[in-house]
């Protein structure tokens, strides 16, 4: 099939909404693929980019959408893995929402087995988020305990999973009793619905916690120190509370804490492609095992990609919101 010259994209403006545009195929640079996308991931950094609060990286396209899964159609100079004609699923920098896209060749991987394109669209930014940052970053360990705020997110989800699929005892808040069902069935060891009970003190309670992920901030910042156990690490990779904390350092002093952070999309790519290559081969067999597998909440077409934001600004997805073309 030959490559038109063209392509629609999604547009988005301050305050305006999000429209189609006709745009130029984007042409892979060196040591990247264009990918015809069939299914791009919806993310929450997408929410913020088009607040104006989260602009991408220099160089990078302006189109929203950081992971996104179809067709190579064509190789930019240097590419050696890959061939025209494969199916993957890559981690981008940005254009996901669109009928192209182009994504360097390190950021590449194959389609897991037994997945569909729409499933493994909502894998690359969730997946290497959580193994950069659970794995990484807070050194979970087998038999050790991670707490996730945001349990029933996309990147709870799959929190959950590839902490069980690691050995790890898992506790999880979510905002209600659904969500919580939904959790403990992904195999969540215990499910807080913090509108109606304290986390902390639950947490507590059940021995504490060795690594909290938290995309929460705020009020949750010390609350996470005061329910960490001796040597425990708390990493932050968003704040819907907000970007500042009042915290006792004292409580990080006395018990060796750990608090850090970190955002994806801003790492060199060679730092992205070697977290690519520790996600293909740590997490990729946890897929064919059938202990992990992507948690689709609903599926949109591109022109619907407003609807699908709000379906993301609601907070009333389980799992990830995909948008298809």
Partial sequence: ????????????????????????VPRPGAHEVLIRVAAAGVNRPDLMQRAGLYPPPAGAPTTLGLEAAGEIVELGAGVTRWHVGEQVTALL??????????????????????????EAAALP??????????????????????????????????????AKAHGARVI??????????ACEKLGADRAINYRTGDFETEVRDLGGADVV???????YVQKNLNLLNDGGRCVMIAFLQGPQAEVN??????????????????RAVEEKARIAHEVERQVWPW?????????????FALRE?????????????????VLTN
């Fill in 172 to 181: 999880v808040t979510a905002g209600d009793d659904a969500k919580c069902k």
């Fill in 287 to 299: 897929i064919a095992a059938g202990k992990l597998k992507p948690v689709i909440d609903s599926t």
């Fill in 93 to 118: 920098a940005g254009g996901g929402y669109a009928e192209y896209a182009t994504a360097h060749e390190g950021a590449v991987l194959p389609i897991p087995t037994g997945l569909s394109l729409i």
């Fill in 213 to 219: 992920l938290d995309m929460v901030g705020g009020s």
């Fill in 249 to 266: 350092l004292m409580r990080l002093m006395l018990k060796r804490l750990t608090l850090t952070g970190s955002t994806l999309r801003s």
């Fill in 305 to 321: 990609a407003e609807a699908a934001l709000a379906r993301l600004q609601s907070g009333g997805h389980i799992g990830k919101i």
């Fill in 1 to 24: 099939m030959l490559k038109p010259q063209t392509m629609q994209r999604v547009a988005h403006a301050p305050d305006k909404p999000l429209t189609l545009v006709q745009d130029e």
């Fill in 125 to 162: 930014e969730t997946v290497m988020t959580v193994w950069a940052n659970v794995f990484e970053s807070g050194a979970l360990k087998p038999g050790e305990t991670l707490l996730v705020h945001g349990g029933a997110s996309g990147i709870g989800t799959t929190a959950i999973q590839m």
